[in-house]
């Protein structure tokens, strides 16, 4: 089972960014996807999750309208659109997998996304 990310970088102040997320070693489409994200210092958090069909969304408070969540359930990919980027959106963002009805997850590693001028 492996869950990549990529697409991180350093961004400007109101600059936009797309993560990739490329899963293998499992039925994608069996599976939600969730992007969380964790600040230096702080808590790992929720930033958007998305249903195994797509068909579902949620997102973060401080995210919504600025975010979006997507998934290729043939390219077994999950996205996190990411505009009007903010210095407080800096962080490793990483993707899970979670099985519905089940306590099975797997993680990605993360990639890092720095937004600053």
């Known amino acids: 089972v492996q869950l990549v990310e990529s697409g991180g970088g350093l961004v400007q102040p109101g600059g936009s960014l797309r993560l990739s997320c490329a899963a293998s070693?499992?039925?994608?489409?069996?599976?939600?996807m969730t992007w969380y994200r964790q600040a230096p210092g702080k808590e790992r958090e929720l930033v958007a999750s998305?249903?195994?069909?797509?068909?579902?969304?949620y997102y973060k408070d401080s995210v919504k309208g600025r975010f979006t969540i997507s998934r290729d359930n043939y390219k077994n990919t999950v996205y996190l659109q990411m505009n009007s980027l903010k210095p407080e959106d800096t962080a490793v963002y990483s993707c899970?997998?979670?099985?519905?009805?089940?306590?099975?997850?797997?993680w990605g590693k993360g990639t890092l996304v720095t937004v600053s001028s």
């Open positions: 899970q997998a979670s099985r519905t009805m089940t306590t099975v997850t797997y």
């Open positions: 070693g499992f039925t994608f489409s069996n599976y939600a």
């Open positions: 998305i249903s195994s069909t797509g068909g579902s969304t």
